[in-house]
């Protein structure tokens, strides 16, 4: 019999209803006889909350371990509640914090990463017919200290435990029916895509598509985890994400989707003298503030001097320009300006790596709409611009028009 990991997330079980339709749904493939093991998230709103409680308590930012002790409740309300709806309609189950399984983790509190899991009892309970029900998001570094994964977490923790028990599949249930060409919120013709590649959908995450953590889709890469994304509340085959095989059916576009992130602010140093070490002195420091720069541009020198550009997470906006105003006489540079209403859009596509113009016709696109672009980088697979936040919504629609994304490639 097949043994399949699900997850569900925090709006699947975002009211004690909503937590009794899940049970309905597990007790029914129970009953035909699916082995599952299953991961749950918070109810929907939750992690937010604990989180503003902790800034409460300390503003400036929360001690790391005892956030974590704080986060991980949420999950433990959840597996607590689906394995006593799951009792009450016949079926065995167990709950499981991270820590009980044994989900050990690195010890970086808020973005731990796993490093292994204990299979042992879960195996058990698969065994002896008994549903065990862990808590997403959650683990324990190996000196017992609860850590959590970074948010939407969930995601990779039931990766990690389908890769751990060699799961038939990961089953990633939500609110959306699968991967759209890009967020159905903001593109109502986004269509649904049967399957995508794991390097495309790598791309999509770390480029702002928050349908799957990114270390999720790493890991599901990693040990060839076959995942799928689907609907909680609907019936259908959601998306499959797997490896790009020549013979299999994958839709065939030059572009598969189209990314944003709105976790976005822009730097520039302007009139800083062009020599060897010049942009080590900017972003050294800033690296050492534990701050990721992401996308970084240098203008050609006219008289010497050169402007530098880069953009940074929006949270660490307010501390980098306080930083960088206070260097600026120690730095030698004119000015220091940056702007936090700005998005990255991103198209993304295998399709791309064999074929030219796609930029130009991406450029074409937005500037037909009035788009201004402040920002370009481009790799194999992707091509990502900075542009006003206000141009996201028409931004986003333009491209997904240029490159026909609403109507089937087959
Ligand atoms: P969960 O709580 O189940 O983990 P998330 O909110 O983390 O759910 O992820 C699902 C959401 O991801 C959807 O509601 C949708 O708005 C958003 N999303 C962003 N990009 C995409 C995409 N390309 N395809 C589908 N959903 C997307
Ligand atoms: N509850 C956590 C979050 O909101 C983890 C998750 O839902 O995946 O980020
Ligand atoms: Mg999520």
Not at 18 to 24: L, T
Not at 79 to 95: K, P, Q
Not at 264 to 281: F, K, L, N
Not at 390 to 407: A, C, I, N, P, T
Request: hydrophobic share 40%; aromatic share 4%; charged share 25%.
């Amino acid at each position: 019999m097949a043994l399949i990991v699900k997850k569900f997330g925090g709006t699947s079980v975002g009211t004690t209803d909503r937590i009794q339709a899940v049970a309905d749904k597990l007790a029914a493939a129970h009953s035909s006889g699916e082995q599952q093991v299953i991961v749950v998230s918070a109810m929907s709103g939750e992690t937010n909350r604990l989180l503003s409680m902790a800034g409460e308590m300390m503003p400036k930012r929360a001690d790391p371990r005892e956030l974590d002790v704080l986060l991980s409740t949420g999950e433990q309300v959840t597996i607590a509640l689906l394995c006593m709806a799951l009792i009450e309609r016949g079926v065995s189950a167990r709950s499981y914090t991270g820590g009980q399984v044994r989900i050990l983790t690195d010890n970086s509190y808020n973005k731990a990463r796993i490093l292994d899991i204990d299979v042992s009892a879960i195996s058990a309970d698969v065994e002896n017919n008994t549903v065990a029900v862990v808590a997403g998001f959650q683990g324990v570094d190996a000196e017992r200290n609860i850590t959590t994964l970074g948010r939407g977490g969930s995601d990779t923790s039931a990766v990690a435990l389908a890769a751990a028990l060699k799961a038939d599949e990961c089953q990633i249930f939500t609110d959306v029916d699968g991967v759209y060409t890009t967020d159905p919120r903001v593109e109502p013709r986004a269509r649904r895509l049967e399957r995508i590649t794991f390097e495309e959908m790598l791309e999509m995450a770390s480029l702002g598509s928050k349908v799957l953590q990114i270390r999720a889709v790493e890991f599901a890469g990693k040990y060839n985890v076959p995942l799928r994304v689907l609907s909680t509340f609907e019936p259908g085959s959601g998306t499959l994400i797997t490896y790009d095989d020549e013979d299999s059916t994958m839709e065939q576009a030059l572009v598969s989707g189209i990314a944003f992130s709105r976790d976005e602010a822009q730097v520039t140093v302007s009139s800083i003298a062009d020599r060897p070490g010049t942009a080590y002195s900017i972003l050294g420091p800033i690296s050492e503030m534990n701050v990721e720069v992401d996308m970084i541009v240098q203008n050609a020198a006219e008289d010497g001097s050169t402007d530098f550009t880069f953009t940074v997470p929006r949270q660490d906006f307010a501390r980098v320009m306080e930083f960088l105003e206070s260097q600026k006489v120690t730095m030698g540079a004119r000015e220091v300006s940056g702007d936090d209403k700005i998005v990255k859009l991103s198209i993304v596509g295998v399709g791309m790596r064999s074929h030219a113009g796609i930029a130009s016709r991406m450029f074409k696109a937005l500037g037909d709409s009035g788009i201004n672009l402040r920002l370009i980088t481009t790799s194999e697979i992707k091509i990502s611009v900075v542009i006003d936040e206000k141009y996201l919504e028409l931004g986003v629609r333009s491209l997904h028009e240029e490159f026909e994304l609403d109507s089937d490639p087959a």
